[in-house]
């Protein structure tokens, strides 16, 4: 499995697992989330339709506890490899069962074809499933009628925190002072006690910026147990849900098309817009800066010490309720959560590695090798080199040099001549000998066996597995009559299997092989 795919499945398994290991629970209720989550259809990274298994569910709990995000990496499948065939036949029924009904599941499907005389011992549900799949036989999932958005808060601070993008007001481009650019908002708040954790301005609402204000959030005001995004490109980021599942933080995410859905994020920009955007457009402000200057200082003054209607007081009274309870989190683990993620494949003859048209230096013993790159947004010195989520090394920014350094090319030893391979030499007398009408044998030296070897000579000569009582006899006798010729005890066990059969006593085969040795090495 290839490192996007082990990243892929990390995500899905801590996305399940994620209410457990995050949230502050009582022994009932996380009885009652566990049962949820059991009895939940979970869709996996390969478009499988799969239940968790208690079993399972147990046990990437434990590795996400024992080793965080990087014991939730996927492991190789002993089975890699192997072909799970399925006949031609049942596939092109089961597909005319699904284009018949389209919302048949596939357990439906076997039970039919079951019934109409198919074999379907063996087959799996979602290999099926995957054939069908290609086959552009999907299954049709009915969606239910949505019914009416109810009020709701969370209990604590830092229970949850509601994030969204918004256009923001206009200010002159930097690169064409006489042209006004719009810029971008990006804002956290705080579902139960609605204080901005964090909210700046930016020229885009791209990740390298949305990491930037949850970063600067975070540092602020805490680590949230959940995060409720829209389902924006950037907040379905792989960096994101890494991040998220490093800091042990949640996500979840809104319906599609359902702003209701998360309606204080809402509310808040619609307070932001009516009460500071005009007032920010007539201020005289030309950059970014002074724009968000103003800004800092309009929520710091106004909107956290503006008494809420649905709270009965300010955000920063209701936030200082809760103030006790919150969860920091270090500068250093903000800093390794919050790095930039991508795959690259060294460069073979610079060993450079390329990240948005720049160049990084890595170690040549890395040249052609496909590796793991982070690097923090904003930072263009530097970037860290990972390799089966180990970091290797640091690789700096360079730049095409002047002059060209001889020295670090990679210098030919050729190998003087006249030397004699005997596997050459061999070979010369082996095709002479054929032309002279002999046949010349490469010597066959007999090695020395190994207990295990012991073992399995005996295991599979006499066809059966040895009971506990004989492992412990071949042990014995192993240790008090080695070393053993490979080739000898073979022809001595075969001799006395031939004599008398493969039913005797195991004393017998091996005081048959003791004799013998004992003739042999006097």
Known sequence: ????????????????????????????????????????????????????????????????????????????????????????????RAEQLRREEESRSVKMILRILQAEGFDTKGISKTTLNVHLNRRGASRQRLSGAKGGYQRWEQSHANKLWQADTSRGVYLPDPTNPKQLKQTRLISFIDDATRVCTHAEFYWDEKLPSLIDCFRKALLKRGKPEGT?????????????????????????????????????????????????????????????????????????????????????????????????????????????????????????????????????????????????????????????????????????????????????????????????????KRYRQYLVAQCEGEMLLPPQPDEYLAEAEFVKLFTDTLEKTPEPEELCLLSQFFLENSPLKTNLTQSLLAQAVNAKGKCLHLRSYLEHIRTANFHKRR
């Open 1 to 92: 499995m290839d490192q996007e795919k082990q990243l892929d499945w990390a995500r899905f398994r801590f996305s399940v697992i994620a209410p457990l290991v995050c949230r502050r629970l009582t022994e009932d209720e996380r009885r009652a989330l566990r049962h949820d989550i059991l009895n939940q259809l979970f869709i996996t990274p390969d478009g499988y339709e799969k239940r968790m298994a208690p079993r399972t569910l147990n046990d990437w709990v434990f590795r996400y506890r024992k080793a965080g995000f990087d014991g939730l990496l996927a492991s190789r499948r002993k089975t890699l490899g192997s072909v799970r065939a399925i006949p031609e036949a049942l596939l092109d």
């Open 228 to 424: 409720l995004y829209d389902n924006g490109f950037i907040f379905h980021s792989t960096t994101m849900e890494i991040m998220c599942a490093q800091l042990n933080i949640e996500p979840h995410f809104c319906e599609p098309y359902s702003p209701p859905s998360k309606g204080k994020v809402e509310k808040h920009y619609s307070t932001i817009k009516s009460a500071f955007y005009k007032e920010a457009e007539h201020s005289g402000m030309s950059t970014l800066d002074e724009l968000n200057q103003f800004f800092f200082a309009w929520l710091t003054k106004e909107y956290h010490h503006a008494k809420h209607s649905a709270l009965n007081m300010t955000p920063l009274e209701r936030w200082r309720q809760d103030e006790q309870s919150i969860k920091r989190v270090t500068p250093e683990e903000i800093r390794r959560a919050l790095m930039l993620r991508a795959e690259r494949t060294v460069n073979t003859r610079t060993a450079q590695i390329r990240i948005d048209s720049r160049w990084y230096q890595a170690s040549p013993d890395l040249a052609g090798t496909v590796v793991e790159v982070r690097w923090h947004a904003g930072s263009e010195n530097e970037v860290e080199v990972f390799r089966d989520g180990k970091a290797i090394e640091t690789a700096k920014l360079t730049k095409p040099q002047a002059n060209i350094d001889f020295s670090r090319r990679p210098q030919r030893k050729e190998k003087p001549r006249g030397l004699t391979y005997q596997s050459s």
